[in-house]
């Protein structure tokens, strides 16, 4: 069974729709990609499935429990995280507060001291200004506190949007890793990006969205040899 | 483009004919006595409120600052307007245009120096400076001599009432035009340009801090005009009567019409001044009521349940045309 | 009586008036940093409160511990009412459209109080019966040390709470960005609630040494000392939790200093020039923090 | 003589020293390239140039004019404009109008022209229509000159930014990041206006960037920064097969 | 017109005298505007109980239509035009100074008969047609002065009084006046907002300038908040009070801060000769009438007897009636001179074991 599975969703901004009916699964231990241009309705699709925004039409289940109206704030103590555009890190907060909060929903003192080291070792940018105001921190920056912030909880899904946004080569080779490795760890990964060459290099299957519905899906090998995509989206 | 230049003067000539419209009718019902005296007695009141209110859109709506001080200025335009009109002995109409003028360049010169703090502060630390601002002029006024202390100014000629209703209500529109016009130029596009993102702004070229004044020295000279209007139909002004509850009552007109949206200011500023009254008849629930509406008609425009009416199939087409900055 | 003994109890009257716009800056401050709004039915809710006290001695006839609690639990239950029925709509509304639906919830709360209870004041004898004590010839009323006391208490109490437990930084985090907080799992509903209620509670506390302090209750009481205290949050930096107790004593302490040595008549208008030129000279108060804007 | 010449440029936030003894010479019509590791302080570099943060040390001089102390927006009229990294429009104005302010100071007439709606009221705006539908044009953005900035889609919100400071008339162009959040085709839609801009207009462009792709497809020179100051610097053959480069920046 | 959307009370037969009020019903001067309502509606259901108003051979019902004015101007010449367009036969306001002098003008341009309870600025009586009940500032100002340094022998005065109120201010100018007159010394003279509560400050002022009375020309709320801040201060001045002093034992906790105050007043709810209206008051209302609520009855009743002194419920007849008749209010007895003014007694009340104790 699909650890997430979304049927049939469609959502509203006031009278646009942005999302027009659509379906895709994730498995447990898979890593999913979802492409698309710009407005295609990707980050969209994050929000309506965290519950920030809510959804006109459709059934969100996760582990096989209907997460369709459920607030964010629960869906968060169900196993997920989210690591959202445009980072959203407390810009006035410290970034080990910052991550501390990322901890919330966990009660486990001593586990959340372990977990903060690990991030701080795949991070070691983020330890070196642990007192510094987020919002100070330069863009990338913000993206590595965004990330770390998301493993904080422990999740078993972890979904992020373009996460290579804004991050030097070197760094975004490191991002893909990182998530490689969170993959390996057994969380299943939910990724949205513009990267798509790299996105479809590490992930198992992906879905090929246009102007809020799906068009194309597979596995992410065949679609990267996929003529279209390979016009569209990896700019051959 | 032309075809904005079409629609440009199309809506500028139904804003005219509108603004006629609405002046034969009110002279026509004065002096054929289908008003009542409750009713002619609050013309004027409604036009001052219009003034300020659109005065203050300049700031807040525009400028997109908050400010809490609006009836210092108003304080100011009305105690120099008034007395001049008591001390001068010039004709009438002289004396008055004289004090209108004179009302408002003053308050325009405290808009000025209250504009320097602005050039610093921001957002709530601006409303309390401004608050404070308003409440310092207050307090000076309560003491100096010429303006006759606590108790204030008495026997104002009676130069703007409802008798007088149309210099009254040329100046209304006249605010309304010269702010509307000021709006929809290059200095009201900075202005807006500003509120939107300052530093943008800055970085195309606008000199922020310049046009922060003006519009607070602007703003200060109508609601200067528009005191001496109040000064001269009341007939007696002291200096409590513009505390800063007068400033959140304008407050409150501008936001309930929709900040930046002239014409919601006019119509908000006549809905605010004449609710109280018509309410007369509730007796002790008058305030009560005035408050539940207030709430209600807040809730109403920002809970987007205004949009959900709107977009519903069973609300009238012609009523749905999109209204811009007008 | 000497110029120092005279000088102190100037002083000592500024420090308590000072504590109390302190009290009741705490909470403006708070629902400010959560809400992004000036909450101005909070000076109302001091009037509530004194109301609800008074009527918890009267017609309920509770003994003065449970009053008091009784008192604390009813502002903060009118504290998230207040929110869920006027401003939770608002959530996606401009910040102005709140102020102004909150000056609404001020006048209803003015005008109810209003008619149940008229506009006659009420006499209330204050519940504080410590006596004052003498020190080196200055006098220093009871009600005096217990304001500072209660409010020096509360204060600490609020700060350890919201720098060291976990409701506390969840709080911080709905004030910088509510999404991202509901992605931390924080339930943002339950903490803007949760702030106004506290929020209200310390307005409750307030409202009773305020009575204490005045004696009389009356439908209009909570608007003087809620200005002031919104003033004192600004002055010391809004939405900082010491800003407020700074802010709230010095307003009280200039207030009643140029009061006494410069000009009655002016010391309006020398309390808020003084805010003025603090604010000019540290346009984010005295305490607050300058909004971190990174271009 | 260069356009932009910088010298020993340097700042600090607290402790931290971002930006350090940096130096940099653009000629009058290059296609310059800044890039370097997050938080390496090209940002900062941008807000130094453009007044939004005064230097602690160095000089900066536009076409022989120093600008150190000058206000940003006094920096706007010697000359340079620019695009922020996260983008900055006049969401509540239309697409028109966002193009119409950063045209301010090119076609002028008095507060008494404005409030009486004088003859030089009507010839200036006209002018400014004419010239801003222009701009847009060259960006595809003419069919949206009446929607609200903030309701386009996120591409052409980058390139509205872009349209806006061109409108300024600068002689040097910053863009920080402007491919970020692009997919590659929409990236080489990109360049091409970036070449464009450069020929048609005869400006100098400054800018940053992390996508390889544009920068060794467009740059004629290039900067490396690392914690502040030149790591590297030269044509991008040149510095982008340099080792030291590869390590800090590029990887593999 | 369509401004008849009053309240009930004002649907009129022609048998009904009209009596138009104004005063602040809301806002902090509420207490006063409700009080004079309260006290005039009293009398006008005493009058109608009794058969109404005999005017010639016809009897009129009395009924009275109360405005809030807010204690603003500019409110308070719109609730008075609502009234005109109500119809009332004779103007009761208003309440308070500012808002009865900007409405003066309308009504004498009216012709309508002004009876103002309590407003005490002078110039509220300036017109022909306009008649107060209560005492003007100055009047009470200077027989205090007397009675401070003849009477009580004090010469070293200290005052506290609003700044900001005309009425404070009326009684602190005519009181310093006539005090320096008479050879006394004010050694301290402090200022407050009518708005604040707390006046340690200025307490604690005149504390050290070694002041032996202390004059406050402030209401009794504000007195109440005086005086208990003076005896936390461990103060023992005695103080003095104009007649917004009255009802003062009502909103004290502790009489003992009161005790030994002198103040100047018509009016005592303790006095035995207006026990039945005090005892009616109570009744309706839930509190004790202070002078407000008498200066309101008394209001309606110089209305009353003017209507039968006239004969007849023309405006001219009723103004010109006013000088002719007396009064036999609850605030003594009073006739009115042509300058509008009532000529009554002024009593000197003294507050001794938590009573009033007219002296
Ligand atoms: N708050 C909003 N109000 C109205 N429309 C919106 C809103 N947010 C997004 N949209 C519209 O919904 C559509 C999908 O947007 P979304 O942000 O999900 O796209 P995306 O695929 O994430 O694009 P990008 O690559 O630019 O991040 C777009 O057309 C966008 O304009
Ligand atoms: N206002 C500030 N206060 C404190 N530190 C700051 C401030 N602005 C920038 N910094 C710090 O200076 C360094 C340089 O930041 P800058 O934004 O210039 O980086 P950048 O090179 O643009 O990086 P990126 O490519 O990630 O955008 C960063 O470490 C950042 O945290
Ligand atoms: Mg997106
Ligand atoms: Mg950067």
Redesign the pocket.
């Known amino acids: 069974m699909a650890m997430l599975s979304v049927k049939d969703l469609q959502v509203y901004?006031?009278m646009?729709q942005?999302?027009k009916g659509l379906s895709f699964e994730v498995n447990e231990g898979e890593v999913v990609a979802l492409i698309?241009?710009?407005?295609?309705?990707?980050?969209?699709?994050?929000?309506t499935v965290t519950g920030l925004i809510p959804s006109k039409e459709g059934k969100i289940e996760f582990q096989g429990k209907d997460i369709t109206k459920a607030p964010g704030h629960k869906i968060v103590t169900y196993g997920m995280a989210h690591v959202p555009?445009g980072r959203r890190v407390f810009a006035n907060l410290s970034v080990y507060e910052n991550l501390k909060l990322g901890a919330y929903t966990r009660n486990d003192k001593k586990e959340i001291e372990d977990t903060l080291k690990m991030i701080y070792q795949r991070f070691p940018r983020l330890e070196e200004r642990k007192n510094q105001m987020a919002g100070t921190l330069s863009g990338g920056e913000q993206q590595m506190l965004a990330m770390g912030r998301a493993l904080m909880s422990q999740p078993k899904i972890i979904l992020m949007?373009?996460p290579s946004m804004g991050l030097s080569p070197i760094f975004v080779e490191e991002i893909f890793k990182i998530i490689q490795d969170v993959a390996a760890s057994g969380t299943t990964v939910l990724l949205?990006e513009?990267n798509a060459k790299k996105a479809l290099s590490i992930a198992n299957r992906a879905y090929v969205?246009e102007?809020?519905k799906i068009v194309l899906e597979g596995d992410a090998n065949v679609l990267m040899n996929d003529e279209s995509v390979k016009k569209a989206y990896l700019g051959e | 483009m032309k075809n904005e230049r079409n629609k440009f003067t199309k809506g500028k000539i139904i804003n005219i004919v509108i603004a006629v419209l609405i002046y034969i009718l009110i002279m026509a019902a004065l002096n054929g006595g289908m008003l009542s005296r409750q009713m002619s007695s609050l013309l004027v009141p409604i036009c001052v409120n219009v003034m300020l209110a659109v005065s203050l859109n300049l700031i807040t709506g525009f400028l997109g600052e908050l400010t809490l001080g609006h009836a210092g200025f108003m304080s100011i335009g009305a105690y120099a307007g008034s007395l001049l009109t008591i001390y001068l002995d010039l004709p009438m109409y002289v004396e008055f245009i004289i004090a209108i003028l004179v009302g408002g360049a003053v308050a325009a010169f405290f808009g000025f120096l209250i504009g320097v703090p602005v050039l610093r502060l921001r957002g709530d630390y601006l409303a309390i400076v401004t608050l404070a601002f308003g409440e310092i002029i207050k307090s000076v006024i309560n003491v100096i001599k010429i303006t006759n202390g606590a108790k204030g100014l008495n026997d104002i000629p009676s130069y703007s009432t409802f008798r007088n209703f149309t210099i009254v209500y040329i100046l209304v529109i006249l605010t309304i035009i010269l702010i509307v016009n000021l709006v929809n130029s290059r200095h009201g596009r900075a202005i807006r340009s500003i509120r939107d993102n300052y530093i943008a702004a800055e970085s195309v070229g606008i000199p922020v801090s310049k046009f922060k004044v003006m519009a607070f020295v602007i703003s200060a000279f109508f609601a200067g005009v528009a005191g001496v209007v109040y000064a001269h139909n009341v007939g007696i002004i002291k200096p409590t009567t513009f505390d800063y509850n007068k400033s959140i009552e304008i407050l409150v007109i501008v936001v309930l019409g929709g900040m930046g949206n002239i014409r919601g200011s006019i119509i908000a500023a006549t809905i605010l001044t004449l609710l109280p009254e018509m309410l007369r008849g509730a007796d002790n629930l008058r305030m009560l009521i005035y408050a539940i509406v207030l709430i209600a008609m807040m809730l109403f425009n920002g809970s987007g349940a205004k949009e959900r009416l709107i977009s519903s199939k069973y609300f009238p087409k012609f009523l749905k045309r999109q209204k811009g900055v007008e | 009586m000497n110029l120092f003994q005279s000088i102190m109890e100037q002083l000592l009257n500024g420090l308590r008036t000072g504590s109390i716009y302190a009290l009741i800056a705490l909470g403006y401050s708070m629902v400010y940093g959560i809400a992004k709004m000036i909450n101005f039915a909070h000076g109302d809710v001091i009037m509530v409160g004194a109301y609800a006290l008074f009527m918890g001695m009267t017609a309920l006839s509770l003994p003065l511990p449970v009053a008091i609690i009784f008192t604390i639990v009813v502002c903060a239950v009118l504290g998230i009412a207040i929110e869920k029925v006027a401003y939770k709509p608002l959530r996606n509304a401009s910040s102005l459209a709140v102020l102004i639906t909150a000056i609404g919830m001020s006048f209803l709360l003015q005008s109810l109080a209003l008619i149940i209870f008229s506009a006659t004041p009420i006499p209330f004898k204050s519940i504080i019966s410590m006596k004052g004590i003498k020190i080196a010839g200055v006098d220093i009323p009871g009600i005096t040390i217990i304001t500072l006391v209660v409010t020096t208490a509360i204060m600490v109490a609020l700060t350890l709470f919201i720098n060291k437990t976990k409701a506390g930084s969840a709080m911080r985090a709905v004030s910088e960005d509510r999404g991202a907080a509901a992605l931390m799992g924080i339930n943002v509903n339950r903490t803007i609630s949760m702030t106004f209620a506290i929020g209200s509670a310390l307005a409750a506390v307030a409202g009773i040494l305020y009575i204490c302090q005045y004696q009389s209750i009356t439908p209009t009481l909570g608007a003087l000392p809620g200005i002031k205290a919104f003033v004192a949050a600004v002055l010391g930096g809004i939405g900082s939790i010491p800003g407020a107790m700074v802010g709230g004593i010095l307003l009280g302490i200039v207030e009643s200093m140029s009061k006494a040595y410069i000009s009655t008549e002016l010391a309006d208008a020398i309390v808020f020039g003084v805010l003025v030129v603090i604010l000019l000279v540290k346009p984010s108060g005295l305490l607050g923090k300058l909004k971190a804007e990174k271009v | 003589m260069a356009l932009l010449e910088v010298t020993n440029l340097g700042i600090s936030f607290g402790g931290l020293r971002a930006v350090d003894n940096f130096n940099i010479k653009i000629e009058k019509g290059q296609l310059y390239g800044l890039i370097g590791p997050n938080g390496a302080g090209k940002t900062t570099i941008f807000n130094l140039l453009t007044g939004v943060y005064q230097p602690t040390d160095g000089t900066i001089a536009l076409d022989g004019e120093v600008l150190n102390g000058k206000s940003p927006a006094q920096i706007c009229q010697s000359g340079i404009s620019r695009t922020f990294q996260n983008i900055r429009l006049f969401h509540e104005m239309t697409v028109l109008d966002n193009v119409k302010a950063a045209l301010h100071n090119q076609m002028t007439y008095s507060l008494a022209d404005t409030f009486f709606r004088l003859p030089k009221y009507r010839k200036k705006e006209d002018e400014m229509n004419r010239k801003a539908v222009e701009i847009l044009k060259v960006f595809d953005l003419d069919s949206h000159a009446d929607h609200l900035a903030a309701?386009?889609?996120?591409?052409k919100q980058r390139k509205l930014e872009i349209a806006r400071a061109l409108a300024t008339n600068p002689k040097l162009l910053l863009l920080d990041e402007p491919a970020a959040?692009m997919?590659p085709n929409e990236t080489a839609e990109l360049m091409d206006t970036i070449k464009l801009i450069r020929d048609q207009f005869d400006i100098t462009v400054l800018l940053i960037e992390h996508d390889m792709k544009l920068v060794s497809g467009i740059c004629e020179y290039l900067t490396v920064l690392n914690f502040g100051t030149e790591l590297a610097s030269g044509t991008p053959n040149v510095v982008l097969n340099n080792p030291v480069v590869i390590t800090a920046y590029l990887g593999e | 017109g369509c401004g008849n959307n009053g309240s009930s009370s004002s649907k009129k037969d022609d048998s009904t005298f009209l009596i138009g009020g104004s005063g602040p019903l809301t806002g902090s001067a509420a207490t006063y505007g409700l009080s004079v309502k309260q006290g005039a509606e009293v009398a006008v259901k005493e009058i109608n109980d009794a058969g109404g108003v005999k005017v010639g051979d016809k009897a009129y019902k009395l009924d009275l239509d109360f405005q809030d004015d807010e204690n603003k101007e500019d409110k308070a010449v719109t609730a008075y035009n609502t009234l005109m367009d109500n119809d009332i036969n004779a103007f009761l306001g208003t309440v308070t100074s500012t808002p009865c002098l900007a409405l003066t003008k309308n009504a004498y341009d009216d012709g309508i008969l002004l009876v103002t309870p309590s407003a005490s600025a002078l110039d509220c009586t300036k017109y022909d047609n306009a008649f107060r009940i209560c005492f003007t500032d100055p009047m009470q100002g200077e027989k205090l002065a007397e009675y401070a340094v003849k009477t009580l022998g004090k010469k070293k005065i200290g005052i506290i009084y609003h700044n900001d109120d005309d009425y404070s201010i009326g009684l602190e100018k005519a009181f310093t006046e006539k005090v320096k007159e008479l050879g006394g010394e004010i050694v301290a003279s402090e200022a407050s907002a009518s708005k604040d509560n707390d006046f340690s400050t200025q307490l604690t002022s005149i504390k050290s300038s070694k002041a032996d009375l202390i004059f406050a020309p402030v209401y009794y709320q504000a007195a109440a908040y005086i005086t208990k801040q003076a005896s936390d201060a461990g103060m023992k001045i005695p103080f003095i009070g104009g007649d917004g002093w009255d009802g003062i034992l009502g909103v004290v906790t502790e009489p003992a801060t009161v005790e030994g105050a002198v103040f100047l007043t018509p009016f005592t709810a303790t006095d035995s000769s207006v026990a039945d209206f005090v005892k009616t008051y109570e009744a309706a209302y839930k509190e004790t009438p202070n002078q407000f609520a008498a200066d309101g009855y008394d209001g309606v009743y110089a209305i009353a007897e003017a209507m039968k002194q006239a004969g007849s419920i023309k405006n001219e007849d009723l103004i010109a009636a006013m000088t002719k008749i007396t009064v036999d209010g609850l605030t003594g007895k009073m006739t009115f001179d042509k300058s509008g003014e009532a000529n009554k007694d002024a009593k000197f009340v003294e507050i001794k074991d938590g009573k009033y104790l007219v002296k």
């Open positions: 901004y006031g646009i942005a999302i698309g241009a710009n407005g295609a309705g990707k980050t969209t699709i994050l929000h555009e949007d373009e949205v513009q969205l102007t809020g | 309701n386009l889609p996120y591409g959040g997919n």
